[in-house]
């Protein structure tokens, strides 16, 4: 872990997720506007410290990690400030079309940054292995595969699914919910470290249902990133 961190700094990268508690089905335009959603949780991870960032909840402890619980409308002050003059690139998964507009729609601080979507990476690893379109990977199976762990939750199997979230959260189960946050940041950053330091990635081929080693040498173009 103590790797991650400092390999994490000195690439002045941070894993991200945010959540909403927003209904889908209740705005004209489903999913597809992240811009309609309200902000209920951010979780970002550097390698080292844990910052979770709700209203819901005042502490929380994730194992093995130094953790801090702030306050939603302290974001883009705690932001501001930590990275002034030198803004990370955000690490997300699956993030360009929701986490991200998400989160600069609601902090406009984090419009400074760069940002990579590590599902992209897993998507076009799996075009060229194929030769064909792109697959779409769910991020608790790529982490299985490529052996990368997390400590928020005791198995990867009591991580939630997007709708359970949504589910909990109205439940008023917000702990739970942070808690799943905590977890896919962790993984994030654990595989996206895994991946760009050795410049593969494994996946499963749906044809022999056995796992593969596909180059991702694409991976040192800085053009990947996205504004």
Not at 82 to 92: C, D, I, K, R, S
Not at 129 to 144: C, I, K, N, S
């Amino acid at each position: 872990m103590d790797n991650l961190g400092v390999w994490m700094e000195k690439n002045n990268l941070i894993a991200f997720r945010a959540f909403s508690a927003t209904d889908a089905s209740d705005l004209p335009t489903g999913w597809t506007e992240p811009t309609k959603f309200t902000l209920e949780a951010v979780a970002l991870f550097d390698g080292r410290q844990m910052t979770l960032f709700t209203d819901e909840l005042h502490k929380m402890l994730i194992k093995d990690k130094s953790t801090k619980t702030m306050p939603l409308d302290s974001l883009s002050e705690d932001f501001v400030v930590g990275f002034e003059n030198n803004p990370p690139t955000l690490v997300g998964y699956g993030s360009s079309k929701f986490d991200l507009p998400l989160l600069r729609h609601h902090h406009p601080a984090f419009k400074a940054v760069k940002h990579i979507d590590l599902s992209k990476i897993a998507s076009d690893a799996s075009e060229k292995h194929y030769g064909e379109y792109g697959r779409r990977y769910d991020l608790r199976d790529l982490a299985t595969t490529n052996r990368r762990k997390q400590t928020a939750v005791s198995h990867l199997s009591l991580m939630m699914k997007p709708i359970a979230l949504f589910s909990e959260w109205q439940r008023g189960l917000a702990r739970n919910v942070i808690r799943t946050l905590a977890a896919e940041v962790e993984l994030i950053a654990e595989l996206y470290c895994y991946v760009k330091r050795r410049e593969e990635i494994r996946i499963i081929d749906e044809r022999t249902d056995r796992p593969v080693t596909v180059n991702c040498t694409f991976l040192r173009d800085e053009m990947f990133e996205e504004e």
